[in-house]
């Protein structure tokens, strides 16, 4: 649990990790740690824990819906 929190506080996609196993390992932290992806911190959050090249692209869109966040940036990738 402990390794989980320490995870949340910095969320990296890393080289050669794909926008879909990013996503699907912060909804698994979120859950665990009763965190909701309705919030603008936990998008902005998911954001950054981009590529930088996705993260510009995306806060270009003004995006406010965690789901729609991750299917552009899949589109992006």
Same mark, same amino acid.
């Given at each position: 649990m402990q390794q989980v929190? &320490? =995870?949340w506080q910095h969320p990296? %996609? $890393?080289k050669g990790k794909s926008v879909q196993k990013l996503t699907q390992e912060f909804r698994k932290k979120a859950l665990v740690l009763g965190i #909701? +992806? =309705?919030t603008r911190e936990t998008l *902005?959050?998911? &954001? $950054? #824990? +981009?590529? #930088?090249? *996705? %993260?510009h692209? +995306? *806060?270009m869109f003004k995006l406010d819906d965690? =789901?729609?966040v991750c299917v552009q940036a899949i589109h992006i990738e």
């Amino acid at each position: 649990m402990q390794q989980v929190v &320490i =995870d949340w506080q910095h969320p990296r %996609q $890393g080289k050669g990790k794909s926008v879909q196993k990013l996503t699907q390992e912060f909804r698994k932290k979120a859950l665990v740690l009763g965190i #909701s +992806l =309705d919030t603008r911190e936990t998008l *902005l959050k998911n &954001i $950054g #824990s +981009l590529h #930088s090249y *996705l %993260q510009h692209t +995306l *806060l270009m869109f003004k995006l406010d819906d965690f =789901d729609e966040v991750c299917v552009q940036a899949i589109h992006i990738e």
